[in-house]
């Protein structure tokens, strides 16, 4: 590989505000820039000028098709794609992109899902084009971000409810700033950065799996002799075959404007890591998608596959997606830096107040934003936080709100130097806290870590609904202090009053110990363990009341987000348990019943009988194993059939929340049962008897 400019490079196959500048008149490259700073709609003129201008600058980077690509609630991304060829008479063609292709579009909607919104027959579905997130050139064709809508106007897909959901944050947070008597900032947005974590395996071991195929994870397989136990993999040096793959990745996500920037081997055997540069929440959102489709695409061109699902893997690390959220003003402030002083920081802790009272009220809201069946195999277990959502804060903000609340004075502590003992090492000042890993939701600094998404999630669910809920807290402090006769004094009181009243969410120790969850529920606080537990929140009238006054979600549009999720974690579970049965079926049990007529023969070929008294003399290694595999096949066979008559009975559930029940509360027992003979009989049965790739062979197939 031949050596990267990457200035040169960065950005070159994005229609971004540089190219518009060189390509659009004056007036239109203004009116586009006022449409993405206000949300409003651009003239036909101003769009006919930038459709033109798009397609040249496409077709110069190579795409001959466009495509308006969207994020339905399929939690992945969709693409249709159009040539701009047309038709000019005497069987010649011009490339023609018109302003009516660039700002909507019409796509058949009847297969996406809509839980409810429409019936079947109502086809119509339209895409609606996003100035704020740049359009790019991939794979010879121009890609327009849009939303997706029905013909009635609701939402079909995640991107809608984020950018209304930045709207009325950037409402809100104004109102305080304006309090502040903060003029100059004429907007404000959420930032985020999205740590990706995902496994890298070879393909050979892939295609040999095909719980893999279908499921993304392993239903069976025996834990390794060695796995993550000596933490030797964690930040360890990255095998070249991986290395050049990273270096792929991030060539192709430099082209496509992604801040792709931290790459390391994570905790697990063939886990690795990649964390962008912070962009506004939208553009996040959008980066991160591509950057999941960089990572398979790049991966299968290197003879390797990307498992982005949660828990590929029992027994060793999961993987998620650290949601890294500010706060940030078009004049360059972070709302959520404390400053050297931040006891005397009242913006500040006004904003920290209003995360802290957001995430208490909301809890139920939090986690329904990471609700996945994949996601609930990860949550609660040591690499991951648990289900019970809390806020840490550090020793130092803590002990900041305690004096606020009890009125006492706070002698801030003077920061150290840290010294490492070694004369020749520098001094450097000491962090005023250490970090937690254990807690959900974390402060690190100058922004927030919502550490319990999901690898495999679209990260727009959990930021449209941070976004409400603190613009929401934004709102009712706004709505005290504009009234406030004296402002310092009801400023200085509400803070207090709001550290009281949702203390008890602040929680800076081991979000994984037994005390705990015990200590948890005394506070009050909710524990929905999983999927099934918290989607029923989805719909309380305060959550729907919340989305409706911020003109998010209609009441409509979350009773249709609530059905679609119960029917993706139905659908999942049940592919999952048909797909156990398939391998149970046709891959272990031939390979265990070979494995037992291997040992009879053995066995029965070194049978020694007491001449005199018939008593059968044999002690041998085949009758041993033979006999635990015989009990073990036998529990097997008997869990299987369960299996299988229990996936019958799924059709006789009446509602969504019901086969989500029957799924979490039958199939998944039925399936951790099955799972258990066959990791045991694993064990026993011989290496070239079992065909299925293990876990030593899957997690250490990359060897160099």
């Known amino acids: 590989m031949g050596k990267i400019n990457i200035p040169e490079i960065f950005g070159s196959m994005v229609f971004n505000d540089k190219v518009m500048k060189e390509r659009l008149p004056k007036d239109t490259y203004d009116a586009v820039c006022v449409a993405m700073e206000k949300g409003t709609s651009l003239s036909l003129q101003d769009a006919k000028i930038v459709a033109n201008a798009m397609k040249e600058w496409a077709i110069e980077k190579g795409a001959t098709h466009f495509t308006h690509w969207f994020q339905p609630m399929?939690?992945?991304?969709?693409?249709?794609?159009?040539?701009?060829?047309?038709?000019?008479?005497?069987?010649e063609v011009i490339m023609k992109f018109s302003e009516k292709s660039l700002v909507s579009g019409e796509s058949d909607a009847s297969s996406f899902p809509s839980g409810g919104l429409r019936a079947t027959f109502e086809a119509r579905g339209y895409t609606a084009w996003d100035p704020t997130s740049y359009a790019f050139v991939k794979d010879g064709s121009l890609y327009i971000p849009t939303a997706f809508c029905s013909y009635g106007g609701e939402a079909l897909d995640k991107k809608t409810p984020l950018l209304r959901s930045v709207e009325t944050f950037n409402k809100q947070a104004l109102r305080i700033l304006r309090l502040f008597g903060n003029s100059k900032?004429?907007?404000?947005?959420?930032?985020?950065?999205?740590?990706?974590?995902?496994?890298?395996?070879?393909?050979?071991?892939?295609?040999?799996?095909?719980?893999?195929?279908?499921?993304?994870?392993?239903?069976?397989?025996?834990?390794?002799?060695?796995?993550?136990?000596?933490?030797?993999?964690?930040?360890?040096?990255?095998?070249?075959?991986?290395?050049?793959?990273?270096?792929d990745v991030d060539e192709e996500l430099w082209k496509l404007g992604v801040y792709a920037k931290t790459e390391h081997?994570?905790?697990?055997?063939?886990?690795?890591?990649?964390?962008?540069?912070?962009?506004?929440?939208?553009?996040?959102?959008?980066?991160?998608?591509l950057t999941m489709q960089v990572l398979k695409s790049v991966a299968n061109r290197h003879g390797l596959v990307c498992l982005l699902h949660e828990k590929p893997f029992a027994g060793v690390n999961g993987s998620g997606k650290h949601d890294n959220w500010a706060i940030s003003t078009d004049t360059g402030e972070n709302l959520l830096e404390p400053g050297e002083t931040p006891m005397d920081n009242a913006q500040f802790l006004l904003f920290l107040t209003a995360v802290?009272?957001?995430?208490?009220?909301?809890?139920?809201?939090?986690?329904?934003?990471?609700?996945?069946?994949?996601?609930?195999?990860?949550?609660?277990?040591?690499?991951?936080?648990p289900s019970i959502v809390s806020i840490y804060l550090g020793e130092e903000l803590e002990a900041i709100l305690n004096a606020i609340e009890t009125g006492a004075s706070y002698n801030a502590k003077k920061k150290e130097e840290m010294k490492i003992g070694v004369s020749v090492m520098p001094s450097f000042p000491k962090d005023t806290t250490d970090r937690n890993r254990t807690s959900p939701f974390a402060f690190t600094g100058n922004k927030f870590e919502f550490r319990m998404v999901g690898s495999s999630a679209n990260i727009s669910c959990p930021n449209f609904i941070i976004n409400t809920i603190v613009a929401d807290a934004l709102s009712y402090y706004a709505d005290v202090l504009e009234n406030a006769k004296d402002f310092n004094a009801e400023l200085n009181a509400l803070i207090k009053s709001e550290i009281k009243a949702h203390k008890r969410i602040i929680f800076n120790?081991?979000?994984?110990?037994?005390?705990?969850?015990?200590?948890?529920?005394?506070?009050?606080?909710?524990?929905?363990?999983?999927?099934?537990?918290?989607?029923?929140?989805?719909?309380?009238?305060?959550?729907?009341?919340?989305?409706?006054?911020h003109k998010v979600l209609s009441r409509s549009e979350i009773f249709s987000r609530q059905e679609i999720l119960l029917e993706n974690y139905c659908n999942i579970v049940n592919i999952e348990a048909l797909t156990s049965v398939d391998i149970a079926r046709k891959e272990i049990s031939p390979a265990v019943i070979d494995y037992e007529n291997v040992l009879f023969k053995e066995y029965n070929a070194k049978i020694k009988y007491n001449e005199k008294t018939g008593e059968n003399l044999s002690c041998s290694l085949e009758k041993t194993v033979l006999d635990k595999l015989s009990a073990l096949s036998e529990s097997f066979a008997f869990a299987l059939s369960k299996l299988e008559d229990d996936i019958g009975g799924l059709g006789k559930c009446k509602t969504t929340i019901k086969k989500a029940k029957y799924c979490h509360d039958v199939l998944l027992s039925d399936m951790k049962e099955l799972r258990r003979y066959a990791d045991e009989m694993e064990l026993l049965v011989g290496k070239k008897y079992y065909s299925i790739p293990t876990y030593e062979d899957i997690l250490y197939s990359v060897k160099y």
């Open 74 to 91: 399929t939690g992945i991304t969709a693409e249709k794609h159009d040539s701009f060829l047309s038709p000019k008479g005497n069987g």
């Open 185 to 247: 900032a004429k907007k404000v947005f959420p930032t985020v950065g999205a740590e990706q974590e995902y496994f890298l395996i070879d393909k050979s071991v892939y295609e040999k799996r095909i719980d893999l195929i279908h499921c993304g994870r392993t239903l069976f397989g025996a834990r390794p002799s060695k796995g993550q136990e000596l933490e030797d993999h964690y930040y360890g040096a990255i095998k070249s075959r991986v290395l050049e793959f990273m270096k």
């Open 265 to 289: 081997n994570e905790v697990a055997p063939a886990q690795h890591e990649l964390a962008p540069v912070y962009a506004t929440v939208n553009i996040a959102c959008d980066q991160n998608q």
């Open 356 to 385: 802290i009272k957001a995430v208490d009220e909301h809890q139920d809201l939090l986690r329904i934003s990471v609700a996945s069946a994949g996601n609930d195999l990860r949550l609660g277990v040591s690499e991951a936080p």
């Open 509 to 549: 120790g081991n979000s994984y110990s037994k005390e705990w969850i015990k200590e948890a529920k005394g506070r009050g606080l909710l524990n929905l363990v999983s999927t099934v537990d918290a989607l029923p929140y989805y719909t309380n009238e305060n959550n729907i009341k919340l989305f409706e006054k």
